[in-house]
């Protein structure tokens, strides 16, 4: 499915890493050539790692409250977004089924914000990432960017 999807032109994503190890994580960049890691939360059990996902810029589409209800981190305060930030990964934060698990999107970054005393550039680095982890065309993105810049620099005028 993998492989025909790629020979289609098709963007390629697997869930990896979230509750299974971060062996996960490797077969899905190596045998499924994927474009983005959904979820990766256990990335950073492995620095090799780690320093693959920095240089391929791939982005890791973290959900925090479904993370907590699947019990991958007991509370919020435990959420590795943060780190991620720090090391340089391209972290996201998304809901994940939010009518299952509850907290569309703003209750995630907004329960994340709170849990990890996240700052405004942590916030706006995120908003960031998600555009560039984004499959859209290099245009929009700046486009888009451009726009999430403007905003958290408005902030302070």
């Avoid at 939360?41 to 090799?48: H, Q, S, T, V, Y």
């Amino acid at each position: 499915v993998f492989k025909a999807s790629a020979e289609r032109g098709f963007k390629l994503a697997a869930h990896a890493g979230e509750e299974g190890p971060v062996e996960y994580i490797w077969e899905a960049i190596n045998l499924l050539n994927v474009d983005r890691i959904d979820h990766g939360n256990r990335c950073l059990d492995d620095e090799i790692l780690v320093q693959v996902l920095i240089e391929k810029n791939m982005g890791l589409t973290l959900c925090p409250l479904s993370n907590v209800e699947l019990k991958v981190i007991q509370k919020m305060e435990e959420h590795p977004v943060l780190k991620m930030l720090e090391k340089g990964l391209l972290a996201t934060i998304h809901s994940d089924d939010p009518a299952y698990f509850g907290g569309y999107m703003n209750a995630n970054y907004l329960e994340t914000a709170k849990a990890l005393n996240l700052t405004e550039a942590h916030l706006m680095q995120l908003a960031i990432n998600a555009f560039e982890a984004s499959w859209l065309s290099v245009d929009e993105k700046q486009k888009h960017i451009f726009k999430v810049k403007q905003y958290f620099n408005a902030l302070h005028s």
